[in-house]
């Protein structure tokens, strides 16, 4: 198993630019799919980006151009670059990871706690 831990999370303005990170309590190396998800209270949890452990990444349609996933093996970290960020980016954005070639939230079998981003004038 892994433990994963969010961090970078808070309020940023309108257009402002905030990066994510996610530690991992050991090698990310073989993990199959790392993926950063966002809840709001209007809606269900849903996928932002995902990274495999081939390196292949992507985002979400509607998030590209402004938000990229990477990842540093050797540092077991996992980052979500957010830049022109816009009030409907606000929620909660989890780190995830998954054995199962998948990135559907029930097939993700690593989960962390979170962290809370804001967007306000």
């Known amino acids: 198993q892994v433990q994963l831990v969010e961090s970078g999370g808070g309020l940023v303005q309108p257009g402002g630019s905030l990066r994510l990170s996610c530690a991992a309590s050991?090698?990310?190396?073989?993990?199959?799919?790392m993926g950063w998800y966002r809840q709001t209270p209007g809606s269900n949890r849903e996928l932002v980006a995902g990274?495999?452990?081939?390196?292949?990444?992507a985002v979400q349609d509607w998030l590209k151009g402004r938000f990229t996933i990477s990842k540093d093996n050797p540092k077991n970290m996992v980052y979500l670059q957010m830049n022109n960020v816009k009030p409907e980016d606000a929620g909660t954005y989890y780190c995830?990871?998954?054995?199962?070639?998948?990135?559907?939230?029930?097939?993700?079998?690593?989960w962390g706690k979170g962290t809370l981003v804001t967007v306000s004038s």
């Open positions: 995830a990871g998954g054995q199962r070639g998948s990135y559907a939230e029930d097939d993700m079998d690593y």
């Open positions: 050991r090698s990310i190396a073989g993990i199959y799919n």
């Open positions: 990274i495999t452990s081939g390196g292949t990444a």
